[in-house]
């Protein structure tokens, strides 16, 4: 499993949950999950992406708990969930597994959830979305900073024209096997040219760094290799729950135009929000845009929910 190595002070700090369990999904794999705020608080559900963990939604935790219950889980071989041992268990039927088994393990039947998801979470969230366990749940989606196809030949993290040789040399930087090693000024300057805005501020570089470096190298290359070959469109047009999408214009990772084409193919889309100057790392790096847009969702599709009739009616009966 990643090595923990986040921010231990601060916003960015991951804050202790209220419990933690363990999800088992389809194929046996044991998925870390941490639970914040009430117990019968309308839900949110977060999802983190590619290289990250759950500390990659601290802010959004720390925002969000007072009012809601926040469930967040490491995907498989990130923070505390251990790593598949043969590729096999490495692909988007996967993502959607574990996706699946979370929701099982923590919403009622039938409970009503904001679902959201960056990067590669917003990929599990499309993986995910003709889930008979995922649909029963999914009262509203945010898809942030991500892609369904082509994400390897859209990148613009190397400065190139758009072709061949782009999109070779990119899938060789994007999908190495050498090792990050430590959290040095040379590797901060790195990642946040390649996954950040310009304007990122130290301690948000910081704290991204610190996550990005505690993935161990053969899940990132791993993962790597089932993001170069993604196909979701069809998840697109298969995720029906009202849905909003937000982006970063400065996002090297999934290009703006990602966010464009995902918003007009889906089929019930709430908006898409555009930070300007904002890079890959939005919810870190716009924490609060990211966490108004939760609130938004939640407000509008999960506060009025019968979950909430359910904590109300449970505080009566306790009072």
């Given at each position: 499993m ?73 995907q ?6 251990e ?10 039927r ?31 969230l499309?993986?995910?979305?003709d ?11 945010l898809?942030c ?16 024209r ?7 040399l ?30 990122s ?6 704290a ?16 790597a ?10 998840g ?37 929000t ?23 969702l ?21 009072a």
């Open positions: 990643s090595r923990l190595t986040h921010v231990r002070g601060g916003p960015y700090a991951p804050p202790v949950p209220a419990h933690e369990l363990t999800a088992v999904s389809a194929d046996g794999a044991r998925i870390h999950v941490e639970v914040h705020g009430a117990e019968h608080a309308p839900a949110v559900v977060l999802v983190h992406g590619w290289t990250c963990s759950t500390a990659f939604w601290a802010a959004q935790i720390r925002a969000l708990a007072g009012a809601y219950r926040v469930i967040a889980y490491d498989r071989g990130h923070g505390r969930t790593a598949p041992l043969e590729a096999a268990g490495y692909g988007t996967a993502l959607a597994d574990d996706l699946e088994a979370v929701l099982a393990a923590t919403l009622a039947p039938g409970e009503a959830a904001v679902l959201a998801g960056h990067s590669m979470g917003g990929m599990t499309m993986a995910a979305a889930r008979p366990g995922v649909r029963d749940h999914a009262a509203a989606v898809l900073s991500t892609g369904s196809s082509r994400l390897v030949a859209e990148s613009t993290v190397l400065p190139l758009a072709g061949g040789l782009r999109t070779r990119t899938r060789r930087v994007l999908g190495s096997r050498a090792p990050l090693g430590p959290v040095t000024p040379i590797a901060r300057r790195v990642l946040k040219y390649a996954t950040m805005g310009p304007g501020a130290p301690e948000r570089v910081e991204c760094a610190r996550i990005v470096h505690g993935c161990p190298r053969v899940v990132r290359y791993r993962w290799h089932v993001l170069d070959e993604l196909h979701l469109d069809a697109v047009a298969a995720l029906s729950a009202p849905t909003a999408v937000l982006a970063g214009t400065a996002d090297r990772l999934t290009p703006v135009g990602q966010a464009r084409r995902i918003a007009a193919a889906l089929p019930h889309c709430l908006g898409l555009e930070l300007t100057g904002v890079g890959h790392m939005t919810p870190v790096e716009a924490p609060e845009a990211v966490t108004r847009r939760i609130t938004e939640a407000e509008a599709h999960v506060v009025r929910q019968p979950v909430r009739e359910s904590a109300r009616q449970h505080e009566r009966e306790g």
